[in-house]
């Protein structure tokens, strides 16, 4: 019990001390999942929107198939970004394995498809509350993507806040692509389950205290977001 | 060019093997107001959606001054308002801007344009308010106020007071009235006879998806010819199973004084 207590004490000291160490590792942790959040936005919005608007051939497969994707195993995804970005592999000239930009792409393609079925859910009811109205007006169902993303924004954060949990959670696929290597590409989840390995408990806590605080902010701002909405535009 | 007149013919609508609307063949003229009368489930805002384009008739056609494809710039001439008003969650300023862009109008016109209109219906103080947060008279105010903004040449209106008070009703009125006046065309479903009286130029009576009677409105409401029009004017009931055949075009149904 008196280890627990003296490791948390240490952990409380690392993070009111900016430990050098921890800052680093969480501002890369930060940076590579913030980095990944934003092009998964700009992949999954539109096209979750135009899977409901747009008149594509095998929609339901696609759906089916976008739906199936959300539960990708990490590891797999890790596996396989491993095998196509290694030396032998297709992108192995990048050199790109065991990057940072290597754990942005995992989890881009771990987020995607998260970010992509949650637009699709929130613009098919939005599009069927406005269908008439919109079409009445003389709006084309691609300019509908557009009116749709916007007057579903409050929910949409909540998507894109989603994947920014999912993302800053991340550890399999990470790990395998990015090898966590010290102030390279090591990120907080790599980072905690090498410290408890090691048995440094006093880092591996101070980080995860973070990466808890990081998840209820993004929980409470989703909830508050909802609730100004609810009030602002009556959404 | 003038989209008008509308053209009619032998209008049909299925919807899971059931014939919805019959036949319909009816001509509306520009500067028309005409109201489309029955009871529910007539199949009035079906009727308003074929003509409008938002469903697609199984047989006939639709021809906007004898054109039956239905262009962009036919759409673009027209403005429909429902029964539930369909506010975007923005505010009231922007849902009239919103129909403004997709008219291409700029943004300083835009602007404009929807004070002004805002200040037609009333609601330039809640300009700045959101629109789902209004009330349900104010909203269907800003629907009004929304299409006409566009300045369409045919205005369809589906019921656009039912559930509002006599108050409501009447500011609902005034907008239709002040829009006609411009030129635009009305073709408006109601059961509201007297509303009927005061706003109509034409009217055209459905049952069961079948038009009936078209008249003009003072012929139609000084005498119709058709026996279920005459029942409907009379504040009967009507409902569908009938024993004995309808005289005049073999509908089933059945008339009970009320």
Redo the contacts between chains.
């Keep these: 019990m008196g280890e627990f207590s003296s490791a948390f004490a240490a952990a409380f000291q690392l993070i009111t001390t900016l430990d050098a160490n921890l800052v680093e590792i969480v501002c890369l942790s930060l940076q590579v999942s913030l980095s990944a959040v934003l092009i998964a936005a700009v992949i999954g919005l539109p096209l979750g929107a135009a899977l409901v608007l747009l008149p594509i051939p095998g929609k339901r497969a696609v759906v089916v198939f976008l739906n199936a994707l959300m539960g990708l195993p990490p590891v797999v995804v890790g596996l396989i970004l491993y095998l196509i970005l290694s030396r032998s592999g297709p992108l192995g000239v990048m050199g790109l394995l065991f990057t940072p930009a290597a754990m942005i792409i995992a989890q881009v393609v771990l987020i995607t498809p998260i970010i992509a079925a949650l637009t699709r859910q929130v613009v098919q009811e939005l599009w069927a ?2 269908r ?2 919109l ?5 084309s169902r691609k ?1 509908a993507i557009f ?1 749709l993303l916007w ?2 924004r409050f929910s949409l954060i909540t998507t894109v806040l989603a994947g920014f949990g999912r993302a800053s959670a991340e550890v399999g696929a990470v790990m395998i692509v990015g090898g966590n290597i010290d102030h390279v590409t090591r990120v907080m989840t790599t980072a905690i389950a090498l410290e408890v390995s090691k048995g440094d408990l006093a880092l591996a806590l101070g980080l995860g205290i973070i990466l808890l605080s990081l998840s209820l902010g993004i929980n409470a701002t989703a909830f508050l977001l909802g609730e100004f ?1 609810k009030k ?4 | 060019m003038s989209i008008l007149p509308l053209e009619v013919t032998n209008l049909c609508f299925e919807a899971r093997g059931k014939r919805l609307v019959k036949e319909a063949t009816f001509r509306i003229e520009a500067g028309s107001r005409t109201m489309i009368l029955g009871a529910n489930g007539a199949g009035k805002s079906l009727l308003l ?1 074929l003509c ?3 469903l697609d008739a199984s047989e006939g056609q639709v021809s906007w001054n004898g054109d039956v494809d239905f262009t ?1 710039v036919s ?2 001439q ?3 308002v ?1 029964q539930r008003p ?5 505010t009231a300023l922007a849902n009239i801007e ?2 403004l862009k ?2 291409h109008v700029d943004q300083t016109e835009r602007r404009e344009r929807a004070f002004a209109v805002l200040k037609k219906v009333g609601l330039a103080r809640l300009a700045d308010q ?4 209004l009330s349900y008279g104010e909203q269907q105010r800003l629907a009004m106020a ?1 299409a006409w903004v ?1 300045k369409p040449k045919v205005l369809f209106l589906d019921e656009p007071s039912a559930s509002l008070d006599p108050s409501a009703t009447h500011s609902i009125e005034e907008t239709i009235e002040a829009i006609a006046s411009e030129g635009t065309t009305i073709i408006m479903t109601t059961h509201d006879l007297g509303q009927a009286k005061r706003l109509g130029t034409d009217v055209m009576f459905i049952h069961r998806g079948r038009i009936l009677e078209q008249a003009r409105a003072a012929d139609f409401f000084s005498g119709p010819e058709n026996d279920l029009a005459q029942a409907f004017l009379r504040g009967d009931l009507l409902w569908w199973k009938r024993k004995k055949p309808y005289p005049g075009g073999g509908i089933d149904h059945q008339v009970s004084r009320g």
């Design positions: 509350e406005y008439e109205q079409l009445s007006l003389g709006c300019s009116t007057d579903g909405a602002r535009i009556g959404a | 959606r409008h384009g938002l962009d759409r673009k027209q403005a429909m429902f369909v506010m975007l969650r923005r919103y129909a997709l008219h959101p629109a789902r947060v929304r566009i």
